[in-house]
C-alpha cells in the first residue's frame, strides 16, 4: 500500500538563504549575489561543474597551480549540476584540463562568500564554456536556513509527510542537514535537472502524492514531473517566466508550506472518500 505523501525539496534558495560570488575569468572581475542560472544561461554550452572536493580543502592549495590539478584523479566526481545545452562529464573534463584558470581564481571567491557566510554550508564549482573550452566563471556559494526552517520541517513530520531533499550540491556540503532531522538515506546529492525528475518520478511509485518544492530552472523537470509543483520565490523575487508557468503554486516564505501540504492531504483524503461512494450506493441497491 502507498504511503500518503512525499515532499522533495531542493536546498539552495529553497531551503538556504543564499550569497553567491563568481569571478569573470576572462575579464578578472569579482561579481557579487549573482543568480547562477542567468550566468549559465547568457549563451549555448555552458554548464555548472560541481568537482565534489571540501571547498576547505581547496582554499589550501598552491594558488598558482592550474585548476586541473585539484581535479586530477578524481574525474569520476565531477558532476554537471546545470547546463544551457547537454554537457557530458567528458565534456567537462576536456575543458578543465585544458584551462587556463588557476586555483587562486576558486580560492578568491571562497575567502568573499567565507567572510558573508560563515556557517557549514559552503560549495565552490566552476561555469564552463564548451564552445571556448575554457573556464567562464569560478563560483562560490553560502547560506543560512530561511528563519523558521526546522521548525516547518517538524510541521511536516507532524502531519505524517515524508521529507527528502534533491539537490545539485555534493552530499560534503549537505551533511549539516542531519541536523535539521532529515534522514541521510533521504538525502540525493549530485542530483542534475534530469536525475531530480528520476527521484520524484520513482517516489511517486512509493507515494500517493509527491510534492516538488524548488527555486531555480534546474528544478523545473521535478516541478513538471510531481503530482504538485510548489515554486520558492523567497530568494529571487523575478524567477523565470518558464518556472512560473509549470509551477502549480508559488510559494513566498517556506513558512507557507505547512499549510499547503495540509490542504494537499486534506483533498486527498476527500478524493478518498468521494471515489468509496458510488461502491456505497451500489451496494445499498443490491441488497434491495
Not at 161 to 178: E, F, I, P, W
Amino acid at each position: 500500500m502507498a504511503e500518503d505523501l512525499a515532499v522533495v525539496l531542493d536546498v539552495a534558495g529553497t531551503m538556504l538563504k543564499m550569497y553567491r560570488v563568481a569571478k569573470d575569468i576572462p575579464r578578472g572581475c569579482i561579481i557579487e549575489k549573482v543568480v547562477t542560472w542567468e550566468l549559465i544561461m547568457e549563451k549555448k554550452s555552458r554548464a555548472l561543474v560541481v568537482p565534489q572536493i571540501d571547498p576547505s580543502k581547496v582554499a589550501s592549495c598552491p594558488p598558482l597551480e592550474p585548476v586541473w590539478r585539484l581535479i586530477n584523479g578524481r574525474e569520476n566526481r565531477i558532476e554537471i549540476s546545470c547546463s544551457s545545452t547537454p554537457v557530458t562529464r567528458e565534456d567537462a573534463i576536456r575543458v578543465l584540463q585544458r584551462s587556463h584558470a588557476r586555483v587562486a581564481d576558486i580560492q578568491e571567491v571562497y575567502r568573499a562568500v567565507r567572510a558573508r557566510c560563515p556557517d557549514k554550508y559552503q560549495t565552490t564549482g566552476m561555469i564552463i564554456d564548451i564552445d571556448l573550452e575554457e573556464i567562464a566563471y569560478t563560483i562560490s556559494t553560502g547560506g543560512a536556513p530561511f528563519p523558521g526552517l526546522k521548525e516547518v520541517l517538524g510541521e511536516i513530520e507532524a502531519i505524517g509527510a515524508d521529507v527528502y531533499v534533491a539537490s545539485g550540491d555534493g552530499m560534503q556540503s549537505l551533511v549539516y542537514l542531519a541536523d535539521l532531522g532529515i534522514k541521510s538515506d533521504r538525502i540525493y546529492s549530485a542530483a542534475n535537472p534530469r536525475r531530480k525528475s528520476e527521484i520524484v518520478v520513482e517516489l511517486k511509485d512509493k507515494y500517493s502524492k509527491v510534492v516538488m518544492v524548488g527555486d531555480g530552472l534546474n528544478d523545473i523537470y521535478a516541478l513538471e514531473a510531481a503530482d504538485l509543483g510548489i515554486l520558492s520565490v523567497q530568494q529571487d523575487s523575478r524567477p523565470a517566466q518558464s518556472l512560473l508557468q509549470t509551477a502549480d503554486e508559488v510559494m513566498k516564505d517556506i513558512l507557507e508550506l505547512p499549510s499547503i501540504l495540509k490542504k494537499v492531504l486534506s483533498e486527498q483524503k476527500m478524493s478518498k472518500q468521494k471515489t468509496s461512494i458510488p461502491e456505497t450506493r451500489y451496494l445499498h441497491s443490491s441488497i434491495t
